[in-house]
């Protein structure tokens, strides 16, 4: 057992940080018996160093995280803070000054991971991210890892907390939106800027993580299609019901049928009651990889809060330690297939309209019309009126996205739609 400790740089010590430091210290000598030499928080980067921080000993506490990382004495770099600057420089300085890095930021990882992961292996070092996709599942590194032998075709889960706690409450209990979003920040789940969680940018950041690690490209934020659940309404919900469905927000991944490009996206969307993510309730995360010769594989647990977070951080922590004091380093970016990202167009899946039409003889044909016209088969139909006016709701089969779109352009020029209330796509069945 070597003696003298592994020398570890907290930057941030908010929500995640905070859980990282006291589990360090309250499991110090497990960890120190698992990596095979001691760890030791050797400083803590903040924004606020006068902010009373329970456990932390006031003379590890610096606003100067360069100066923290240029010591010359990290072996390891814990990135909390979160956003794209000053994170990005402080974890390229860790890589020029000899620590490998531990990061929990998916903003940063979806923007310039391919960047970061380069100069992690220029300098013989390791960059992991365990917690920046779905909190304390184990996800990546058995992506990564336990999956590299084997070839992931589709990837489909719930991978923000935060959303998924809003919409459960929505549907569970009929609360409003905003008081929902409210007790998810108070619990921790949010990002700094909820805007990240309900309009799916950090949905979007994970699923441009998990895409690129499931097909070995380079996925892009820029390259995920992205709607928010901010539109979502009671009258979804009411209609999902009525199908025997609810609703979540969803990433799906998807390699396309001749494998020679993927899709990635992110939007609400109706799932029945009987699929395994309907049951996926409160600030859980959940996420399905279809691989060719393992199959289905389901990963479920806590999706965010501190403590969560703070034990896949934790885990990274272990390997990495021991990748330095074996002197080695864990696997670096995979992105030889360098497969194209298609556009949302090319998605083939089902929809559920709801439109508010003229109740009228011929408005229905007229509707249907418009779907055929554009080749969309319609599935079901159903109409409700009320006062000379109906809501009609019109799902149909699977068709590609494109078409979709057309085919609502088509309705909303009609005279007899008095406008689409909703349009939301159906999956998993
Ligand atoms: P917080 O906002 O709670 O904490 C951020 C920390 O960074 C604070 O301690 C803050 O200091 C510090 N900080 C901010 N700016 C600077 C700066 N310029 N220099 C030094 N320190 C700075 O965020 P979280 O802990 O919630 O999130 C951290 C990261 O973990 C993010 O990337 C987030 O996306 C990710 N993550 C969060 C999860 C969660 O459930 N919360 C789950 C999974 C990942 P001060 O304390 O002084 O304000
Ligand atoms: N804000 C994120 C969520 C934190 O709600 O899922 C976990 O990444």
């Known amino acids: 057992m070597r003696t003298r400790p592994l020398k570890v740089a907290l930057l941030g010590c908010g929500v995640v940080g905070s859980e990282v430091a006291r589990i360090m210290t309250t499991h110090a000598d497990d960890l120190t018996a698992r990596i ?13 160093p006068s902010k009373v921080r329970e456990g932390i000993d006031p003379a590890l506490v610096t606003t100067d995280a360069t100066a923290l990382l240029k010591r010359g004495d990290i072996d390891v ?15 390229t300085t860790a890589f020029e000054n000899g620590a490998s890095v531990v990061s929990a930021n998916k903003a940063l990882l979806a923007q310039d991971g391919a960047a970061l992961h380069a100069a992690a292996e220029q300098h013989g070092l390791d960059l992991y991210y365990e917690a920046a996709v779905a909190g304390a599942i184990p996800l990546v590194r058995p992506m990564r890892e336990s999956l590299a032998g084997d070839k992931i075709n589709r990837v489909m889960g719930i991978v923000n907390g935060t959303t998924n706690f809003i919409l459960d409450k929505m549907d569970s209990t009929g ?43 380079r996925v892009r934020l820029d390259d995920v299609y992205r709607e928010g659940m901010t539109e979502v309404s009671a009258a979804d919900f009411a209609s999902a019901k009525r ?36 049951s996926v309730r409160e600030a859980y995360n959940a996420v399905f990889v279809e691989a060719e010769a393992a199959g289905r594989l389901m990963f479920y647990g ?20 021991r990748n330095k004091l074996a002197e080695a380093t864990g ?23 709801s439109l508010d039409v003229a109740d009228k003889p011929g408005v229905l044909a007229q509707v249907a019309t ?9 599935d079901t139909v159903r109409q409700q009126g009320k006062d000379g006016e109906a809501s009609l709701v019109v799902v149909t089969h699977r068709a590609p996205d494109a078409a979709l779109s057309g085919t609502v352009e088509a309705l909303r020029k009609l005279d007899t739609v008095r406008g689409v209330a909703s349009i939301m796509r159906v999956e998993g069945e």
């Open 77 to 91: 770099v814990i990135e909390v803070i979160g956003g794209i600057e000053p994170a990005r420089t402080l974890i």
């Open 243 to 278: 199908m025997g469905c609810t609703i979540k927000l969803l990433a799906i991944l998807e390699r396309a049928a001749d494998g020679e490009s993927v899709t990635a996206r992110v939007h609400p969307a109706m799932i029945p009651l009987s699929h395994p993510l309907a």
């Open 370 to 378: 418009t779907f055929a016209e554009h080749g969309v088969s319609i």
């Open 331 to 353: 696997p670096g970016e995979s992105a030889y297939t360098q497969l194209p990202v298609s556009p949302m167009g090319d998605v083939v899946t089902r929809y559920h309209i």
């Open 175 to 217: 609360a409003g939106y905003q008081e929902a979003l409210d007790e998810a920040t108070a619990l921790g789940y949010a990002e700094a800027d909820p805007t990240a969680d309900v309009e799916g940018y950090d949905a979007a950041a994970k699923a441009a993580i998990l895409a690129g690690i499931a097909f070995h490209t």
């Open 36 to 48: 095979g030499a001691p760890v030791e928080l050797a400083g803590v980067a903040v924004r606020r």
């Open 302 to 321: 806590p999706g965010a809060g501190g403590s969560p977070t703070a034990s896949a951080v934790l885990g990274d922590l272990v390997a990495v330690c």
